[in-house]
């Protein structure tokens, strides 16, 4: 049975980098719903197959990549496709894109909406204008940041959305065989 409640393969970024973009969506657009600061290896899709299938072969593919570094880049628009902000990963995309590849197949394969690229969304505004207004803000703020921009990815966590814009962990999947299978 086809299950068709949406799911996603994030890293959430629990550093003073993370902290800086959940302070700054607060800021920039305080309505929405809060989120924790997350890089997003496989985007939003409905399950091909059982949760238990895409769970197996999400451990199996991760055991063979051992755990490795991201670098942020700057802060950039997905105007005119969507009035979304997010922050580039700049060093290590290659290595996300080829994982995100290995993945996007069986239980979890979907054509995407749109070409796959690495980054960490701060917020997604209502209007093209405000997108840019808020990315003008996010720039700078960026820029004035002080903390590491590099992010080790050691861990992705299975979500499954409940309703729009509200997700629920499922399980997470260590990187690399040094960590038991569980």
């Not at 999400?58 to 490795?68: F, I």
């Not at 690229?117 to 003008?136: C, F, G, V, W, Y």
């Not at 966590?157 to 999947?173: H, K």
Request: charge should be negative; proline fraction near 7%.
């Amino acid at each position: 049975m086809i299950d068709t409640r949406r799911v996603a393969l994030v890293a959430y970024v629990r550093t003073p980098a993370g902290q800086f973009v959940e302070k700054l969506q607060r800021e920039l657009h305080p309505e929405s719903p809060d989120f924790a600061a997350h890089l997003t290896l496989l985007p939003p899709r409905c399950l091909q197959g059982s949760e238990g299938v895409a769970l197996d072969e999400l451990r199996e593919t991760c055991l063979n990549v051992e755990p490795y570094e991201v670098l942020l880049g700057g802060v950039e628009t997905f105007v005119p496709v969507t009035p979304t902000l997010f922050i580039r990963v700049a060093g290590g995309a290659e290595r996300m894109i080829d994982l995100h590849n290995r993945m996007n197949r069986s239980a979890l394969a979907t054509e995407e909406q749109w070409p796959y690229m690495p980054h960490l969304t701060i917020a997604k505004m209502n209007t093209e204008d405000q997108a840019r207004k808020a990315a003008s803000i996010a720039h700078e703020r960026w820029e004035q940041f002080t903390g590491s921009r590099r992010v080790l990815l050691a861990e992705f966590t299975f979500v499954r959305e409940l309703e729009p814009n509200y997700w629920r962990d499922v399980a997470s999947i260590p990187l690399g065989r040094s960590v038991t299978k569980r």
